[in-house]
Nanobody, 119 residues
């Protein structure tokens, strides 16, 4: 089974930028979509951004215009460029790989990387 490893999290001041990376141990072409989700303390995990195998992207309203998801199929990497960061972006960010088999959705998750936006 493909494993996902996130990196790039850390502490950043409001208005700053971070770039998250997700390294897959196998081909990401086999998945219908790759994505980033986040979970803040006391909150449910929420979608941040997704990119399909065809290159279509989708973003949560809260990050539109600030975050950009991209992928490099040759390197089996997925990235999340985060600009104009806000304190409310503080969360653990998880990489996700999704495959649809009929009506069944198979999810693979990374271990997460902490992003903290604070002075």
């Amino acid at each position: 089974q493909v494993q996902l490893v996130e990196s790039g999290g850390g502490l950043v001041q409001p208005g700053g930028s971070l770039r998250l990376s997700c390294a897959a141990s196998g081909s990401i072409r086999s998945f219908n979509a790759m994505g980033w989700y986040r979970q803040a303390p006391g909150n449910q995990r929420e979608l941040v951004a997704t990119i399909t195998s065809g290159g279509s992207t989708n973003y949560a309203d809260s990050v539109k215009g600030r975050f950009t998801i991209s992928s490099d199929n040759a390197k089996n990497m997925v990235y999340l460029q985060m600009n104009s960061l806000k304190p409310e972006d503080t969360a653990v960010y998880y990489c996700n790989a999704a495959r649809f088999l009929g009506v069944t959705k198979i999810n693979i998750w990374g271990q997460g990387t902490q992003v903290t936006v604070s002075l």
